[in-house]
Nanobody
């Protein structure tokens, strides 16, 4: 069955960086568009970034454009989210998503001094 397991979250100071990973299994990863979402307290779950299959075309939410980078390693069945210049507004649970139907358990990112 499809499994998505996120890791890499934590507590970081404003201006810091984190790299999230999502290890995928149970489907043909190289054929799947992968997405990262985040859910902050009191807000709706928002799409942060997505990356297509072999050509690796990426898109980003306006709020993270220029600070976050999504990438994938098809050999390792893993998608990454490099987050730089973090602000408290980036605090949320970050989720890896396949096709809008399959979700990981999420990883907490807290940006605070």
């Amino acid at each position: 069955q499809v499994q998505l397991v996120e890791s890499g979250g934590g507590l970081v100071q404003p201006g810091g960086s984190l790299r999230l990973s999502c290890a995928a299994s149970g489907f043909t990863f190289s054929s799947a568009t992968m997405k990262w979402y985040r859910h902050a307290p009191g807000k709706e779950r928002d799409l942060v970034a997505s990356i297509t299959t072999a050509d690796g075309i990426s898109m980003y939410a306006n709020s993270v454009e220029g600070r976050f980078t999504i990438s994938r390693d098809n050999a390792a069945n893993t998608v990454y989210l490099q987050m730089n210049s973090l602000t408290p507004e980036d605090t949320a649970v970050y989720y890896c998503c396949l096709g809008g139907s399959y979700w990981g358990q999420g990883t907490q990112v807290t940006v605070s001094s």
